[in-house]
């Protein structure tokens, strides 16, 4: 029994260990998502996917020529997650009202960051919520995967693809 006890605190002081090498602060990304028009990209990503706003902030010119993000062009952000849960990723809305990136229908199209993955746990709601808005399926509605969940493939207004995938 000693022995056993002994074997984990060994193994609980190892993990701590490595979790404080950790250069990371946060197990999470945030990802940033510049749309052409923030109301139509707003609507789609709270009303149809189902994030909740939890947050913004404001970045002055100041600060905006500073940080290099927008070459001193003042902006605002809005903070979206899936659930108020201070690890979960902080999907960040901005928009500059520049027009939509030509239309793409394959992530082959072109290179870069190319697709966002939802998962849920019933997929009901939000296919409801995507065919009351009109919003067209790229796949099969929905394709059954072989782990047992179905997947369906949508882009939001400016043409991000956008994974969901649950039971």
Do not use: C, W
Request: net charge negative; glycine share 8%; proline share 5%.
């Amino acid at each position: 029994m000693k022995k056993f006890i002994s074997l984990l605190l060994l193994v609980g002081m190892a993990q701590s260990t490595l979790m404080a090498q950790s250069e990371f602060s946060n197990p999470s990304i945030s990802i940033g998502l510049v749309a052409s028009d923030f109301d139509t990209s707003y609507k789609f990503y709270t009303e149809i996917i189902g994030m909740k706003e939890v947050g913004g902030f404001s970045v002055p010119e100041v600060l905006s020529e500073k940080i290099g993000l927008a070459g001193g062009v003042a902006f605002d952000v809005k903070v979206l997650k899936l659930m108020e849960d201070d690890n979960a990723t902080e999907f960040k809305l901005l928009s500059f009202k520049k027009p939509k990136n030509p239309a793409e229908s394959n992530i082959t199209d072109r290179n870069g960051m190319r697709y966002v993955t939802i998962f849920y746990s019933n997929l009901d709601g939000v296919i409801q919520r995507l065919k009351a808005n009109n919003i067209p399926f790229l796949s099969d509605e929905p394709t059954h995967i072989p782990d047992g969940r179905r997947f369906v493939l949508v882009q939001d207004p400016d043409g991000v693809f956008v994974e969901l995938i649950g039971k």
